[in-house]
Protein backbone atom coordinates (compact mmCIF):
# COMPACT_ATOMS: atom_id res chain seq x y z
CA UNK A 1 0.00 0.00 0.00
CA UNK A 2 1.25 3.76 -0.77
CA UNK A 3 2.02 5.83 2.21
CA UNK A 4 -0.01 9.28 2.16
CA UNK A 5 2.83 11.61 1.69
CA UNK A 6 2.84 14.67 4.61
CA UNK A 7 4.64 18.00 3.54
CA UNK A 8 6.69 19.16 6.60
CA UNK A 9 4.80 23.42 6.26
CA UNK A 10 6.61 25.60 8.22
CA UNK A 11 9.01 24.16 10.57
CA UNK A 12 8.76 27.04 13.40
CA UNK A 13 5.07 26.02 13.56
CA UNK A 14 3.20 22.62 15.24
CA UNK A 15 3.59 20.95 11.53
CA UNK A 16 6.35 18.86 12.75
CA UNK A 17 4.63 18.01 16.04
CA UNK A 18 1.77 17.19 14.75
CA UNK A 19 3.01 14.70 11.98
CA UNK A 20 4.65 13.09 14.62
CA UNK A 21 1.56 12.56 17.17
CA UNK A 22 -0.77 11.76 13.51
CA UNK A 23 2.31 9.01 12.72
CA UNK A 24 2.52 7.74 16.55
CA UNK A 25 -1.51 7.67 16.24
CA UNK A 26 -1.80 6.10 12.91
CA UNK A 27 1.43 4.05 12.14
CA UNK A 28 -0.49 0.69 12.92
CA UNK A 29 -3.02 2.14 10.05
CA UNK A 30 -2.12 4.47 7.17
CA UNK A 31 1.80 3.98 6.10
CA UNK A 32 3.11 7.37 6.52
CA UNK A 33 6.22 9.26 4.60
CA UNK A 34 7.10 12.68 5.60
CA UNK A 35 9.26 15.21 3.89
CA UNK A 36 11.24 17.97 5.66
CA UNK A 37 14.62 18.50 7.84
CA UNK A 38 14.65 15.68 10.24
CA UNK A 39 16.22 18.44 12.52
CA UNK A 40 12.96 20.29 12.83
CA UNK A 41 11.38 17.01 14.45
CA UNK A 42 10.25 17.07 18.05
CA UNK A 43 13.83 16.08 19.51
CA UNK A 44 13.81 12.58 20.72
CA UNK A 45 11.96 11.54 17.28
CA UNK A 46 12.25 8.27 16.34
CA UNK A 47 13.20 8.38 12.15
CA UNK A 48 13.97 6.05 9.51
CA UNK A 49 16.11 8.01 6.30
CA UNK A 50 14.54 6.95 3.35
CA UNK A 51 16.22 7.39 -0.50
CA UNK A 52 13.08 5.00 -1.57
CA UNK A 53 9.16 6.19 -0.68
CA UNK A 54 8.62 2.28 -0.59
CA UNK A 55 10.98 1.93 2.21
CA UNK A 56 8.32 2.65 4.99
CA UNK A 57 9.74 1.61 8.50
CA UNK A 58 7.35 0.29 11.04
CA UNK A 59 8.13 1.31 13.91
CA UNK A 60 9.83 4.49 13.11
CA UNK A 61 8.55 7.54 11.32
CA UNK A 62 9.69 7.13 7.63
CA UNK A 63 11.18 10.75 6.37
CA UNK A 64 12.69 11.59 2.80
CA UNK A 65 15.34 13.67 4.67
CA UNK A 66 16.19 17.73 3.01
CA UNK A 67 18.83 19.83 4.12
CA UNK A 68 17.06 22.94 4.38
CA UNK A 69 20.05 25.06 5.42
CA UNK A 70 19.03 25.71 9.28
CA UNK A 71 17.82 24.48 12.64
CA UNK A 72 14.09 25.82 13.00
CA UNK A 73 13.43 27.51 16.93
CA UNK A 74 9.84 27.23 17.73
CA UNK A 75 7.28 30.19 17.24
CA UNK A 76 9.90 32.17 15.00
CA UNK A 77 9.53 31.45 10.95
CA UNK A 78 13.00 32.12 9.18
CA UNK A 79 12.93 32.72 5.78
CA UNK A 80 16.20 30.78 4.97
CA UNK A 81 13.73 27.67 5.19
CA UNK A 82 11.23 28.67 2.46
CA UNK A 83 12.60 27.11 -0.47
CA UNK A 84 12.80 23.56 1.37
CA UNK A 85 8.89 23.97 2.57
CA UNK A 86 8.23 25.21 -1.03
CA UNK A 87 10.32 22.05 -2.52
CA UNK A 88 8.96 19.36 0.32
CA UNK A 89 5.47 20.48 -1.62
CA UNK A 90 6.42 20.07 -4.87
CA UNK A 91 8.12 16.72 -4.17
CA UNK A 92 5.01 15.65 -2.67
CA UNK A 93 2.97 16.30 -5.21
CA UNK A 94 5.22 14.50 -7.67
CA UNK A 95 5.54 11.47 -5.50
CA UNK A 96 1.51 11.17 -5.66
CA UNK A 97 1.57 12.21 -9.35
CA UNK A 98 3.83 9.04 -10.19
CA UNK A 99 1.77 6.72 -8.32
CA UNK A 100 4.86 6.26 -5.49
CA UNK A 101 2.01 8.02 -2.90
CA UNK A 102 -1.45 7.88 -2.52
CA UNK A 103 -2.24 11.13 -1.44
CA UNK A 104 -0.51 14.21 0.23
CA UNK A 105 -1.29 15.83 3.32
CA UNK A 106 0.13 19.05 3.79
CA UNK A 107 1.21 20.97 7.03
CA UNK A 108 0.30 24.44 7.63
CA UNK A 109 3.01 27.01 5.98
CA UNK A 110 3.67 30.56 6.71
CA UNK A 111 3.47 32.80 3.83
CA UNK A 112 5.56 35.69 4.81
CA UNK A 113 8.35 33.85 5.52
CA UNK A 114 7.84 32.35 2.01
CA UNK A 115 7.15 35.24 0.36
CA UNK A 116 10.43 36.81 2.17
CA UNK A 117 12.71 33.99 1.44
CA UNK A 118 11.30 32.98 -1.31
CA UNK A 119 9.36 35.39 -3.84
CA UNK A 120 6.51 33.23 -3.44
CA UNK A 121 4.02 34.32 -5.87
CA UNK A 122 0.89 32.61 -4.58
CA UNK A 123 -1.88 33.31 -1.65
CA UNK A 124 -1.48 29.74 -0.11
CA UNK A 125 -0.97 26.20 -1.02
CA UNK A 126 -4.66 26.14 -2.89
CA UNK A 127 -3.15 28.33 -5.75
CA UNK A 128 0.88 26.66 -5.88
CA UNK A 129 -0.83 23.16 -5.87
CA UNK A 130 -3.18 24.03 -8.82
CA UNK A 131 0.23 25.65 -10.25
CA UNK A 132 1.78 22.13 -10.18
CA UNK A 133 -1.22 20.22 -11.34
CA UNK A 134 -1.57 23.26 -14.46
CA UNK A 135 -5.66 23.94 -13.84
CA UNK A 136 -6.88 27.18 -12.46
CA UNK A 137 -10.28 25.22 -11.56
CA UNK A 138 -10.14 24.17 -7.73
CA UNK A 139 -12.72 24.03 -4.85
CA UNK A 140 -11.79 24.49 -1.32
CA UNK A 141 -13.70 22.05 0.81
CA UNK A 142 -13.54 22.13 4.87
CA UNK A 143 -15.44 18.78 5.94
CA UNK A 144 -15.80 16.98 9.29
CA UNK A 145 -18.29 14.03 10.08
CA UNK A 146 -21.10 16.44 10.71
CA UNK A 147 -21.09 18.86 7.54
CA UNK A 148 -19.03 19.64 4.49
CA UNK A 149 -18.80 23.03 2.93
CA UNK A 150 -17.72 24.89 0.09
CA UNK A 151 -17.34 28.91 -0.25
CA UNK A 152 -17.57 30.31 -4.10
CA UNK A 153 -15.44 32.83 -2.56
CA UNK A 154 -12.73 32.84 -0.08
CA UNK A 155 -10.05 35.17 1.13
CA UNK A 156 -11.20 38.61 -0.24
CA UNK A 157 -12.76 41.30 1.75
CA UNK A 158 -16.72 40.92 2.04
CA UNK A 159 -17.00 44.33 -0.24
CA UNK A 160 -15.73 42.05 -3.12
CA UNK A 161 -17.99 39.35 -2.96
CA UNK A 162 -21.29 40.59 -4.82
CA UNK A 163 -18.50 41.58 -7.76
CA UNK A 164 -16.92 38.48 -7.49
CA UNK A 165 -19.64 35.95 -7.28
CA UNK A 166 -20.08 35.33 -10.76
CA UNK A 167 -22.35 33.06 -12.84
CA UNK A 168 -19.28 31.25 -14.11
CA UNK A 169 -17.83 31.47 -10.60
CA UNK A 170 -20.85 29.51 -8.99
CA UNK A 171 -21.16 26.86 -12.04
CA UNK A 172 -17.56 26.02 -11.96
CA UNK A 173 -17.95 25.66 -8.14
CA UNK A 174 -20.80 23.68 -8.54
CA UNK A 175 -19.29 20.72 -11.22
CA UNK A 176 -16.40 20.81 -9.12
CA UNK A 177 -17.81 20.19 -5.84
CA UNK A 178 -20.26 17.49 -7.72
CA UNK A 179 -17.59 15.57 -9.34
CA UNK A 180 -15.24 15.81 -6.39
CA UNK A 181 -17.82 13.77 -4.17
CA UNK A 182 -18.66 11.27 -6.94
CA UNK A 183 -15.35 10.90 -7.30
CA UNK A 184 -13.41 11.21 -3.91
CA UNK A 185 -16.28 10.46 -1.68
CA UNK A 186 -18.18 7.83 -3.09
CA UNK A 187 -21.25 9.39 -3.35
CA UNK A 188 -23.11 8.42 -6.86
CA UNK A 189 -25.78 11.34 -6.68
CA UNK A 190 -24.78 14.67 -4.68
CA UNK A 191 -27.05 15.96 -2.92
CA UNK A 192 -26.42 19.94 -2.93
CA UNK A 193 -27.95 22.90 -0.97
CA UNK A 194 -26.86 25.98 -2.02
CA UNK A 195 -26.84 29.07 0.22
CA UNK A 196 -28.11 32.64 -0.79
CA UNK A 197 -25.80 35.42 -0.27
CA UNK A 198 -28.29 37.97 1.00
CA UNK A 199 -29.97 37.55 4.44
CA UNK A 200 -32.82 35.33 4.28
CA UNK A 201 -32.00 34.91 0.35
CA UNK A 202 -32.67 38.00 -0.73
CA UNK A 203 -36.15 37.59 0.53
CA UNK A 204 -37.96 38.01 -2.84
CA UNK A 205 -35.67 40.55 -3.99
CA UNK A 206 -36.61 43.16 -0.59
CA UNK A 207 -32.43 42.90 0.84
CA UNK A 208 -31.29 41.88 -2.64
CA UNK A 209 -31.38 40.98 -6.12
CA UNK A 210 -28.39 38.63 -6.60
CA UNK A 211 -30.22 35.36 -5.88
CA UNK A 212 -33.20 36.47 -8.60
CA UNK A 213 -30.41 37.67 -11.13
CA UNK A 214 -28.12 35.31 -11.03
CA UNK A 215 -28.06 32.60 -8.41
CA UNK A 216 -31.66 30.75 -9.11
CA UNK A 217 -30.66 30.30 -12.94
CA UNK A 218 -27.92 28.77 -12.53
CA UNK A 219 -28.75 26.48 -10.06
CA UNK A 220 -31.37 26.01 -12.97
CA UNK A 221 -29.68 25.24 -15.64
CA UNK A 222 -27.82 22.71 -13.62
CA UNK A 223 -30.40 21.18 -12.03
CA UNK A 224 -32.22 20.80 -15.97
CA UNK A 225 -28.83 19.10 -16.33
CA UNK A 226 -29.52 16.49 -13.06
CA UNK A 227 -28.05 17.63 -10.77
CA UNK A 228 -29.78 17.10 -7.34
CA UNK A 229 -29.76 21.08 -6.45
CA UNK A 230 -32.00 22.89 -3.82
CA UNK A 231 -31.75 26.69 -2.98
CA UNK A 232 -30.85 29.20 -2.84
CA UNK A 233 -31.81 29.01 0.82
CA UNK A 234 -31.49 30.97 4.03
CA UNK A 235 -28.37 30.56 5.51
CA UNK A 236 -29.53 31.09 8.89
CA UNK A 237 -31.66 27.83 8.39
CA UNK A 238 -29.25 25.52 6.78
CA UNK A 239 -26.77 24.52 9.47
CA UNK A 240 -29.13 22.85 12.63
CA UNK A 241 -29.08 18.94 12.75
CA UNK A 242 -32.52 18.42 10.87
CA UNK A 243 -31.42 20.30 8.04
CA UNK A 244 -27.84 18.61 7.78
CA UNK A 245 -29.65 15.88 7.04
CA UNK A 246 -31.00 16.28 3.53
CA UNK A 247 -28.18 17.56 1.78
CA UNK A 248 -24.16 15.92 1.12
CA UNK A 249 -22.27 19.37 0.95
CA UNK A 250 -23.78 23.18 1.30
CA UNK A 251 -22.61 25.12 -1.25
CA UNK A 252 -21.46 29.20 0.43
CA UNK A 253 -21.49 32.02 -1.34
CA UNK A 254 -18.55 33.46 1.21
CA UNK A 255 -15.67 32.38 3.10
CA UNK A 256 -17.63 32.97 6.72
CA UNK A 257 -20.71 32.10 5.74
CA UNK A 258 -19.07 28.59 5.37
CA UNK A 259 -16.30 28.27 7.98
CA UNK A 260 -18.26 29.60 11.00
CA UNK A 261 -20.75 26.51 10.83
CA UNK A 262 -18.18 24.20 10.67
CA UNK A 263 -15.97 25.27 13.25
CA UNK A 264 -18.63 25.85 15.72
CA UNK A 265 -20.29 21.72 14.93
CA UNK A 266 -16.03 20.76 15.47
CA UNK A 267 -13.59 23.28 15.71
CA UNK A 268 -10.64 20.40 16.53
CA UNK A 269 -11.27 17.78 13.58
CA UNK A 270 -12.17 19.45 10.50
CA UNK A 271 -10.05 19.26 7.18
CA UNK A 272 -9.35 21.29 4.14
CA UNK A 273 -9.79 19.36 1.51
CA UNK A 274 -8.65 20.79 -2.39
CA UNK A 275 -11.23 19.18 -5.13
CA UNK A 276 -10.62 19.87 -8.77
CA UNK A 277 -6.75 18.79 -8.45
CA UNK A 278 -5.87 15.15 -10.48
CA UNK A 279 -4.25 13.92 -6.86
CA UNK A 280 -6.09 14.10 -3.49
CA UNK A 281 -4.62 16.97 -1.15
CA UNK A 282 -5.75 17.19 2.29
CA UNK A 283 -4.72 19.83 5.21
CA UNK A 284 -5.54 19.95 8.33
CA UNK A 285 -7.76 23.09 9.02
CA UNK A 286 -5.70 25.10 11.04
CA UNK A 287 -2.55 27.49 10.84
CA UNK A 288 0.55 27.28 12.05
CA UNK A 289 0.01 27.82 15.64
CA UNK A 290 3.63 29.99 16.51
CA UNK A 291 2.21 30.92 20.27
CA UNK A 292 2.20 26.99 21.21
CA UNK A 293 4.95 25.84 19.04
CA UNK A 294 7.15 23.55 20.32
CA UNK A 295 5.24 23.40 23.64
CA UNK A 296 4.46 19.82 22.88
CA UNK A 297 0.55 20.90 23.64
CA UNK A 298 -0.71 21.22 19.87
CA UNK A 299 -3.79 19.40 18.88
CA UNK A 300 -3.14 16.92 16.27
CA UNK A 301 -6.94 15.90 16.02
CA UNK A 302 -7.50 17.83 12.54
CA UNK A 303 -3.98 16.28 11.29
CA UNK A 304 -5.16 12.60 11.93
CA UNK A 305 -8.43 13.29 10.50
CA UNK A 306 -6.70 15.03 7.32
CA UNK A 307 -4.62 11.68 7.07
CA UNK A 308 -7.47 9.39 7.39
CA UNK A 309 -9.66 11.33 4.76
CA UNK A 310 -6.97 11.48 2.09
CA UNK A 311 -6.85 7.80 2.52
CA UNK A 312 -10.44 7.62 2.33
CA UNK A 313 -10.74 9.60 -0.22
CA UNK A 314 -7.73 7.56 -2.56
CA UNK A 315 -9.85 3.98 -1.78
CA UNK A 316 -12.77 6.05 -3.26
CA UNK A 317 -10.82 7.03 -6.31
CA UNK A 318 -8.91 4.08 -7.24
CA UNK A 319 -11.71 1.78 -6.24
Not at 276 to 286: C, K, N, Y
Request: aromatic share 4%; proline share 7%.
Amino acid sequence: MQPVVISCGEPAGIGPEIAVAAWQALKSEIPLLWIGDPRHLPQGTAFHAATDPADIHPFKLTVLARDFGAVAVAGKPDPVHAQGVIAAIADGVALVQSGAARALCTAPIHKAALIDGADFAYPGHTEYLAALAGTDQVVMMLACEALRVVPATIHIPLAQVPSKLTASLLTDTLLITHAGLRRDFGIAKPRIAVAGLNPHAGEDGKMGHEEIEMITPVLDALRAQGMNIVGPLSADTMFHEAARTNYDVAICMYHDQALIPIKTLDFSGGVNVTLGLPFIRTSPDHGTAFNIAGQGIADATSMIAAIRMAAQMADARNG
